[in-house]
């Protein structure tokens, strides 16, 4: 056997319930492109955790719902707003630039907005000679791992209808996030502070794919062709359809996202007690410890993580990030080789 890894939440494949149910249904006639029964179920399943009038659907991945969503919601001179952390700014090629709109970022310290912030961007973009900010672009959990607190969530929603923006939130991990023991914000909390977000289920024990729910309705005006053009609407939409259904069934949507802070948990405070200080404080199912570079490249000989930031000389921040499917004496390895 290979070397663990700690690199991301995606290195297995499904949860075995999701496979079984796929290899049970496999051979169920179905209508395609998202209007299925499964996708239907699913829809219908994730809006009773909601209780909001949501419209659901379907995409394959991030970068394509942040993509999709983004530009279908801007007109050709508006941008939008992010972290300079932020996944839309440094992880997906230029995918929104490469879509016509600028991406005016924030520099966050914690990986998060505040409506002072973004004030800053709406004080430098004043008239009609310069783009002009129309959506706020978060991350639950962020990039860095740090977690919004609903006042926090409820402030900026707040802010963004007061000054007419609309709030995006890029839930990629946000089964992590809304599972944390320092999260006080649920599902009903994301559709109701919040325009648009989307739930993944690519880092959190599916296959692929994730859900975007649109709150404000008048945002899923013609979304459909938007999905269609930019290559998101899937002939077979019934294997996501599918995989959300199971992961909204008893509760696995969240049963998954506690297996993998619970493991990023005992990591965290392992390596606290070895006498090791934190990046940013240790909240979700990403870490980022501070150790010497000695110890790094003996820790690389028997598992892979991305070293994420330079500290000084001797010293570099990692990432170790623990997935729905995390082995706790992997785990427990990973300390004693400390």
Known sequence: MGKY???NDYSEGAHPSILERLIATNLQQQTGYGEDEFCNEAKELIKKELKHNSAIHFVSGGTQANLIVISSILKPHQSVIAADTGHIAVHETGAIEATGHKVNTVISTDGKLTPIQIQSILDLHTDEHMVKPKLVYISNSTEIGSLYKKNELENLYNYCQDNNLYLFVDGARLASALT???SDITLEDMAKYSDIFYIGGTKNGALLGEAIVINNLQLNEDFRYHIK????????????????AELFTNNLFFELGL???KMAKKLAEGISKKGFQFLTEPSSNQIFPIFPIELIKNLQKDFEFFTWEKI?????????????????????????KI
């Not at 609407?233 to 959300?244: D, E, S, V, Y």
């Not at 001797?314 to 706790?328: G, Q």
């Open 312 to 336: 000084d000389e001797k010293h570099a921040a990692i990432r170790l990030v623990t997935s729905w499917a995390t082995i706790e004496e992997k785990v427990d390895e990973f300390l004693d």
């Open 180 to 182: 944390s023991s320092k």
């Open 229 to 244: 053009q930019k290559g998101g609407m899937l002939a077979k939409g019934r294997l996501i359809g599918i995989q959300f």
């Open 259 to 261: 297996h993998a802070n």
């Open 5 to 7: 890894s700690f690199k």
